[in-house]
Every structure is written in C-alpha cells, then in structure tokens.
T-cell receptor
Framework: AQKVTQAQTEISVVEKEDVTLDCVYETRDTTYYLFWYKQPPSGELVFLIRRNSFDEQNEISGRYSWNFQKSTSSFNFTITASQVVDSAVYFCALSEANNNNDMRFGAGTRLTVKP | EAQVTQNPRYLITVTGKKLTVTCSQNMNHEYMSWYRQDPGLGLRQIYYSMNVEVTDKGDVPEGYKVSRKEKRNFPLILESPSPNQTSLYFC??????????????FGEGSRLTVL
C-alpha cells in the first residue's frame, strides 16, 4: 500500500536561512507521481510540483528546489533564503499509476519563518 | 476565473442534523474528490468521482454520501453527523481521468463543527 511519511511535524527557522522538508514514500508500483502542496495560514491548498517516477532530475523554481531520490524513496523540498511568506504547512503526496483515484498525503510539516 | 467553490465555508451543527456541503467547479473537470483534514493525519480521501454518475469510496467514507448528477457539482452529504466528523473538508477537481493526471485544484475548505 502506498504511504507518505513527513517525519518533521514542525520546523522553525529565521528569515534567510535555508530549510529542507523531508518526504519519504512507500509504494510497490514502478510508475507513480509525487506532489508537494502548500497550505498558508489562510487555509487554501496551493499546488507546487508534480513529478513522475521516471524523472529523477532535480527541479528548481526560484527559491524552491526538489530532490527526488528513488534509491532512498525520498522527495525532499528545500527553500533557499526563506522568507516570512513561506510560513505554511507543506504536504507531500503520492499517487500510483495503477490507482490513480487515490492521492495519499503525508501528515504535513508546519514551517514557521521568523523575521 | 477557474475555481472550485465550496459552501458553506464554516458551519456549526448538532449531532444528527443532516447537512450538505456543496462543491462546484467551472473547469469542466471529470475527476472530483472530497478530503478531510485532521491534525497529524494530513488529508484523507472520503469519496471520489471519475465522471457523472460514477462515484466510489476513498479511505474514510463512513458516515458520508456523495452524488454526481452533473459534471460541475459534487456535494458531500452527512446524513446524521457525529462529533467525530468535526473537521476541515476540501473538495478538489483534476483534469483528466484521475487524481494524478495533473494538479488537484482545491476549494477553499469548509470547517465543520458537530456538537
């Protein structure tokens, strides 16, 4: 069965620090998709990235970067030079190609960036 | 503007009083789903729908019903709410045939309290 673990419940950093949010997943499928979503204090869920299992290239988008490593079943998210506006709950999610009705979310990591 | 709209956004009710949370999307998406968000548990899928008149259970369907009579609408029905259904509910839609074909577009959430 598919499972996503975000071991870090809460992280607190000071503005301009770099921070990495960990995501470890479990799946028996060879084809699957990984996602990150952001939930700011206002409560909405914002899509950040979708990555398929055949694409292990790291992705960079501005201050955000993602490190996908199949060998360790991890899809970690790094924010460089964090800002107060990055404060949010971040969710990692997994969906298997053979079970595309289901997206399994981790418990989330609450990031607080202090000025 | 492309969006998923949920109503009500906030509701306090009492045990046993039937209620419906509406969800409507204007993006002509075939796939829609309902999630509940609880502290420490992330988002868990309640029901999903692949298309009109096609619905199925997710991970936590007990105590809920859904219907999909029109492509744009996917209401969540609590026939006899209980306190353990106090939660934050999200409706989502996705282009394509499933949860992983693209990003999930989420509604703003409906916070339900059952006394």
């Amino acid at each position: 069965a598919q499972k996503v673990t975000q071991a870090q419940t809460e992280i607190s950093v000071v503005e301009k620090e770099d921070v990495t949010l960990d995501c470890v997943y479990e799946t028996r499928d060879t084809t699957y998709y990984l996602f990150w979503y952001k939930q700011p204090p206002s409560g909405e869920l914002v899509f950040l990235i979708r990555r398929n299992s055949f694409d292990e290239q790291n992705e960079i988008s501005g201050r955000y970067s993602w490190n996908f490593q199949k060998s360790t079943s991890s899809f970690n998210f790094t924010i460089t030079a964090s800002q107060v506006v990055d404060s949010a709950v971040y969710f990692c999610a997994l969906s298997e190609a053979n079970n595309n009705n289901d997206m399994r979310f981790g418990a989330g990591t609450r990031l607080t960036v202090k000025p | 503007e492309a969006q998923v709209t949920q109503n009500p956004r906030y509701l306090i009710t009492v045990t046993g009083k039937k209620l419906t949370v509406t969800c409507s999307q204007n993006m002509n998406h075939e796939y829609m789903s309902w999630y509940r968000q609880d502290p420490g548990l992330g988002l868990r899928q309640i029901y999903y729908s692949m298309n009109v008149e096609v619905t199925d259970k997710g991970d936590v369907p007990e105590g809920y019903k859904v219907s999909r009579k029109e492509k744009r609408n996917f209401p969540l029905i609590l026939e006899s709410p209980s306190p353990n259904q106090t939660s934050l509910y999200f409706c989502a839609s996705s282009p394509g045939q499933g949860a992983n074909t693209g990003e999930l577009f989420f509604g703003e959430g409906s916070r339900l309290t059952v006394l």
